[in-house]
């Protein structure tokens, strides 16, 4: 079955650049998503097709893909960015279906 | 303002059934795919099951193909998860999700209905 892979945590200073990474064979094809979420609190979008911000999402977060993997980064990082973060793309063999990475604990020293 | 509001979860006894609804506002229900994705108690999400606008498409995870069946009523503005042959690791809390304008990212999610399987 198709699979997204991250890496459990990323840990940077305020003000720093976050780069989170998400790794799947299918990705060249199939655009990723990714969200955001806080304790308590449903996910939230954050970058869809690869590298379109939503809007009323700060221009720290940016997403970008190279071959088999994207990568979401939070230039500036804030406190607030603490989050639990997940990449999500589609199955490209034709079926209706739908897969999320594992999740990465973004922490903020 | 979109709204999802989730219901129908609780605590249900292995092997048994339970009917999740989600009643969506705001938005042309019937112009969007919709999606359930859940969350076992301090853990990853993940996709459980979706349905296009016509429901002429429609995915399940592997781990509930067969069990669980997803509809819609385009004229109710609901969404349903019928979930059957329940098990302990179906526990979880169960997000409904509006697909966005690509279909297959989710735009806005509710706040979710608890399941706990458990005899």
């Known amino acids: 079955s198709y699979e997204l892979t991250q890496p459990p945590s990323v840990s940077v200073s305020p003000g720093q650049t976050a780069r989170i990474t998400c790794s799947g064979d299918a990705l060249p094809k199939q655009y990723a998503y990714w969200y955001q979420q806080k304790p308590g609190q449903a996910p939230v979008l954050v970058i869809y097709k690869d590298s379109e911000r939503p809007s009323g999402i700060p221009e720290r977060f940016s997403g970008s893909s190279s071959g088999t993997t994207v990568t979401l980064t939070i230039s500036g990082v804030q406190a607030e960015d603490e989050a639990d973060y997940y990449c999500?793309?589609?199955?490209?063999?034709?079926?209706?279906?739908?897969?999320f990475g594992g999740g990465t604990k973004l922490t903020v020293l | 303002e979109v709204q999802l509001v989730e219901s129908g979860g609780g605590l249900v006894q292995p092997g048994r059934s339970l009917r999740l609804s989600c009643a969506a506002s705001g938005f042309t229900f019937d112009d969007y795919a919709m999606h359930w994705v859940r969350q076992a108690p301090g853990k990853g999400l993940e996709w459980v099951s979706g349905i296009s606008w016509n429901s002429g498409s429609i995915g399940y995870a592997d781990s509930v193909k067969g069990r669980f069946t997803i509809s819609r009523d385009n004229a109710k503005n609901s969404l349903y998860l019928q979930m059957n042959s329940l098990r302990a690791e179906d526990t979880a809390l169960y997000y409904c999700?509006?697909?966005?304008?690509?279909?297959?990212?989710?735009?806005?999610w509710g706040q979710g209905t608890l399941v706990t399987v458990s005899s």
């Open positions: 999700a509006k697909a966005g304008e690509s279909g297959w990212d989710f735009d806005y």
């Open positions: 999500q793309s589609a199955d490209s063999s034709g079926t209706y279906r739908v897969v």
